[in-house]
T-cell receptor, first 113, second 114 residues
């Protein structure tokens, strides 16, 4: 059964550094998403992407964040200058219209020190 | 802003019994509802979704939707210890862009007692 994959599983970085989180969505899906979950808190929507552009973004997704689909299979989330409060699990999800059920990858644990 | 409310629990249910998980939502215009299961340290796993008022059954799971009361529930029949997890209710944003982000509740922690 196709799955969303994410790399790395754990990323440790220093405050102020740039990080790129990688995702490979399910191959025939057209909608792509990033979520985050701070330890002990609820899953929060960051951004959605469709037809090579951002479809929707939350208040969390400020200018420090960007997304890209550099080729036909990868979907990345970049945080330009990480802060301590960016420490969280970051989940990528993909879906197929409509209306899209979203299937989550295993997540990348980001630790900012 | 959409809100999704769930009782955080823990909800403790004996093995073999029916577990009932509840969720209320704030936006009366919401049309679809998703239930996810999340084991500790893992990602959310889609269990089922429902769009129409009434019941929808899938194996041991039944989702119930009452749009008038803005209430959606998940029933798990013949509960097993492996059902012990946090159950998340989620509602799409309907932003109009096509790829709607989900608003999640905090989740209900379910414990199935052997």
């Amino acid at each position: 059964e196709p799955e969303v994959t994410q790399t790395p599983s754990h990323q440790v970085t220093q405050m102020g550094q740039e990080v790129i989180l990688h995702c490979v969505p399910i191959s025939n899906h057209l909608y792509f998403y990033w979520y985050r979950q701070i330890l002990g808190q609820k899953v929060e929507f960051l951004v959605s992407f469709y037809n090579n552009e951002i479809s929707e973004k939350s208040e969390i997704f400020d200018d420090q964040f960007s997304v890209e689909r550099p080729d036909g299979s990868n979907f990345t989330l970049k945080i330009r200058s990480t802060k301590l409060e960016d420490s969280a699990m970051y989940f990528c999800a993909s879906g197929y219209p409509p209306p899209a059920e979203q299937y989550f990858g295993p997540g990348t644990r980001l630790t900012v020190t | 802003q959409k809100e999704v409310e769930q009782n955080s629990g823990p909800l403790s249910v004996p093995e073999g019994a029916i577990a009932s998980l509840n969720c209320t939502y704030s936006d009366r215009g919401s049309q679809s509802f998703f239930w996810y299961r999340q084991y500790s340290g893992k990602s959310p796993e889609l269990i089922m979704f429902i769009y129409s008022n009434g019941d929808k059954e899938d194996g041991r799971f039944t989702a119930q939707l009452n749009k008038a009361s803005q209430y959606v529930s998940l029933l798990i029949r013949d509960s097993q210890p492996s059902d012990s997890a946090t159950y998340l209710c989620a509602v799409p944003s309907y932003s109009g862009g096509g790829a709607d982000g989900l608003t999640f509740g905090k989740g209900t922690h379910l414990i199935i007692q052997p």
